[in-house]
């Protein structure tokens, strides 16, 4: 693994910010600085924030827990945190635009966080979020806001199965790491490129299979699992959308796992920017539950 060494620059003061209005931001806002960078694989890179502001986060307990990344274009030379309302009313073509990443560790002592950007695409193809983790450099400012999140592995489960893919595998890795050491389960990843998967740390009794190659594959390896006779079993299944959508299919009405059992959304869509994917949400194309 590969470390940039943590910088320590001071903070600019804060409300140079906010730019397009006088009003301070209503939802809380945390700006942290990038404490350092690490290459996981090819094509997963771990970013650490961390800074005074760590402590404005609404800090979410849940395995499965994510951010709002605020991220403005530079040449609008807005430094965070932003005055999102006044900049809706009066320039809304200078607003930074929201991602989701999970928060992979929490470290509520040293004040810091790792988030783990997938670096897909390349250029003009790559996605805003990905471009700044790539390029970031120790000491870059950025706001966050949250956390969200709304699935932690049930002791009490019978077994687990853990579906996803590149995107969820922060996800999924967090979530491994806080299972019972007694737990059953399987979980299934899909990659695009077999050199981006890594060692999971896991109970002995989770067995990690990585599904490399066509999307699909993934939608074939759950369709052959025998999961009718898993009374209790819990399970994750978060990817791409229209995967998503046929693996809700695969699960809920082919294999006849209760819904409630089930923690099932998308996390991200192809061909969409992430504003668009979520604004879909809200119209068919973008639900998951038929
Ligand atoms: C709850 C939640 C947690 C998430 N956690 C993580 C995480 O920990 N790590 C992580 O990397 N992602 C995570 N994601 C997914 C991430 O939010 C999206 O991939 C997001 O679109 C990335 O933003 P971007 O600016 O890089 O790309 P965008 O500007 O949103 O998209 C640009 C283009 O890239 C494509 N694209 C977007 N994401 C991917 C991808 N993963 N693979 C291939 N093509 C893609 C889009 O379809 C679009 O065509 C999470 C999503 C959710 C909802």
């Known amino acids: 693994m590969e ?8 903070a600019p003061a804060a409300a140079t910010a906010s730019e397009g209005g006088a009003r301070p931001p209503k939802k809380k806002q945390a700006v942290l600085e990038v404490i350092s960078k690490t290459r996981l694989t090819p094509r997963l890179l771990r970013v650490t924030l961390g800074g005074e502001m760590y ?21 609008t030379g807005l430094q965070p945190p932003y005055y999102l309302d006044a900049l809706r009313e009066n320039t809304p073509e200078l607003l930074p635009v929201r991602r ?18 997938v670096l897909h695409g390349h250029g003009e ?19 966050l806001m949250g956390a969200g999140g709304g699935y932690t592995p049930e002791v009490d489960a019978a077994s687990h199965l853990l579906i996803g893919d590149h ?31 890594l060692e999971l740390a896991r109970p002995d009794g989770i067995e990690l299979r990585w599904v490399i190659g066509e999307r699909e ?24 959308r229209g995967l998503t959508k046929q693996l809700r299919r695969v699960l809920v009405k082919d294999a006849g796992v209760p819904r409630e059992q089930i923690s099932i959304s998308a996390y991200w869509a192809l061909g969409r920017l992430e504003d668009q ?7 068919p194309i973008g639900k998951i539950d038929e």
């Open 217 to 240: 594959q993934l939608l074939q390896a759950v369709a052959a699992l025998d999961l009718t006779a898993l009374d209790g079993l819990q399970v994750f299944c978060h990817a791409e």
């Open 167 to 197: 995107a969820s595998v922060p996800a999924i890795a967090a979530s491994l790491e806080v299972m019972d050491a007694q737990a059953t389960g399987l979980v299934l990843l899909h990659l695009d490129h077999e050199d981006d998967a």
């Open 3 to 10: 470390t940039t060494a943590a910088l320590t620059t001071p």
């Open 55 to 75: 402590s404005e986060l609404n800090r979410n307990h849940q395995a499965d827990a994510y951010v709002k990344l605020l991220i403005a274009d530079p040449s």
């Open 277 to 283: 994917f979520q604004a879909e949400k809200r119209e």
């Open 125 to 143: 193809d790559s996605g805003v979020a990905a471009r700044w983790a790539d390029e970031a450099l120790p000491g870059d400012r950025i706001a």
């Open 100 to 117: 989701t990443y999970t928060v992979r560790h929490w470290d509520d002592d040293a004040r810091t966080l790792d988030l783990d950007f």
